[in-house]
Structures are given as structure tokens and as C-alpha cells.
T-cell receptor, first 115, second 114 residues
Framework: AQSVTQPDIHITVSEGASLELRCNYS??????LFWYVQSPGQGLQLLLK??????LVQGIKGFEAEFKRSQSSFNLRKPSVHWSDAAEYFC?????????????FGKGTKLSVIP | NAGVTQTPKFQVLKTGQSMTLQCAQD?????MSWYRQDPGMGLRLIHY???????DQGEVPNGYNVSRSTTEDFPLRLLSAAPSQTSVYFC?????????????FGPGTRLLVL
């Protein structure tokens, strides 16, 4: 069965510092890959997604993610974190040929930002 | 467009009661899904639909029923609520399953089962 692992439950960074959130997946074939953000008490917002092609994907709010097939990873990065980035971040996968209606999520990484 | 709407926002049930969580979208999206979110568990797929009249089970379907009689609506039914179904429920919709797709999540329904 497919699974998504986000090894870090909680990360704290200083405002202006760089950020990397880790995501590893276990899947029979390369799935579609997604990162979502959830602010407290809110629904989910899609940051970026990877279907095929260029393995470095640009998203909204200055985020990017890199797909590494050899490591089964899809890590999220941001060069300079803003206080408003404090939220919970979820990595997710979907079967190739299906779509985001059939997502398997990781358990999330909560990001705290120190002013 | 109102996007994806969910009602109610919050509900308290007693064990054994039934209820329906409503989900509607006005974007003519073909695909709709229900997820539940529990602390430390992320979101887990309950049921999904790829079009009117077509539904399928996700990872955690037990205790839930769905139907899709129209493109717009995708209600989730709890037949006999249990405390283990205390959770936040999210409905989502999308219009395709390829690289151009965009998925929209509703604001969620918080359910407490006593």
C-alpha cells in the first residue's frame, strides 16, 4: 500500500531563515506529488504539484519542491521564511492516472516561525 | 462562484445517531472527495466520486455512506455515529485528473460524537 512519511512533526525556524520540509513516499510507481498548507482553523491550500517533467517545481508563496526519484522524496523548500508561513504542511501522493481526488497524505509538519 | 461549501460547520451527536454532512460545489467539477482529519494523522480519504452516479471507497470508508445523484452535491452519511468518528471532515472537488487540474477544499465540518 502507498504511504507518505513526513519525518519532522514540528519545525521551528527564525524569520528570514531558509526552510526545508522533508517528504518520502512508498509507492509502486512514481505517483503524482503534492504539497498543501493549512493555517489554523482553515481548510487546505495547494502549494504546488508534480506530475511529470522538470523535477524542480515552483509553487505559490515562494515555495519550491524537488522530486528525486532515486530517493523517493519530494522535499519542500523556501529560501526565506516569513512569519505568515507559520502553518501545518502536508505532503500527499495520488496514483498516476488518477488525480487529487484520491490523495494519500502524510501526517504533516507543523512550522513555527520565530520573529 | 461560492466554491466548495460544507454544512454544518459544527455538529454534536450522541452515539448511535445518524446525520448527513452536506457538500456542494458550483464549479461543475467532475471529481469530489471526502477526507477526515484527526490530530497527528493527517487527512485520510473516506470516499470519492469521479462523476454523477459513480462513487468508490477510500482508505477509511467503514461507517460512512455516500451518493452522487448530481454533479454539484456529494453528501456524506453517518448511519450510526460512534465516538471514533469525532473528527474534522473536509470535502474537496476538482475538474480534471491531469497536470492542469486544480483542487478546491471546503472549510470543513467539525463533528463531535459523545
Amino acid at each position: 500500500a502507498q504511504s507518505v512519511t513526513q519525518p519532522d512533526i514540528h519545525i521551528t525556524v527564525s524569520e528570514g531563515a531558509s526552510l526545508e520540509l522533508r517528504c518520502n513516499y512508498s509507492y509502486g510507481a512514481t505517483p503524482y506529488l503534492f504539497w498543501y498548507v493549512q493555517s489554523p482553523g482553515q481548510g487546505l491550500q495547494l502549494l504546488l504539484k508534480y506530475f511529470s517533467g522538470d523535477t524542480l517545481v515552483q509553487g505559490i508563496k515562494g515555495f519550491e519542491a524537488e522530486f528525486k526519484r532515486s530517493q523517493s522524496s519530494f522535499n519542500l523548500r523556501k529560501p526565506s521564511v516569513h512569519w505568515s508561513d507559520a502553518a501545518e504542511y502536508f505532503c500527499a501522493v495520488a496514483p498516476r492516472g488518477a488525480g487529487s481526488y484520491q490523495l494519500t497524505f502524510g501526517k504533516g509538519t507543523k512550522l513555527s516561525v520565530i520573529p | 462562484n461560492a466554491g466548495v461549501t460544507q454544512t454544518p460547520k459544527f455538529q454534536v451527536l450522541k452515539t448511535g445517531q445518524s446525520m448527513t454532512l452536506q457538500c456542494a460545489q458550483d464549479m461543475n467539477h467532475e471529481y469530489m472527495s471526502w477526507y477526515r482529519q484527526d490530530p497527528g494523522m493527517g487527512l485520510r480519504l473516506i470516499h470519492y466520486s469521479v462523476g454523477a452516479g459513480i462513487t468508490d471507497q477510500g482508505e477509511v470508508p467503514n461507517g460512512y455512506n455516500v451518493s452522487r445523484s448530481t454533479t454539484e452535491d456529494f453528501p456524506l452519511r453517518l448511519l450510526s455515529a460512534a465516538p471514533s468518528q469525532t473528527s474534522v471532515y473536509f470535502c474537496a472537488s476538482s475538474y480534471s485528473n491531469g497536470p492542469q487540474e486544480t483542487q478546491y477544499f471546503g472549510p470543513g465540518t467539525r463533528l463531535l460524537v459523545l
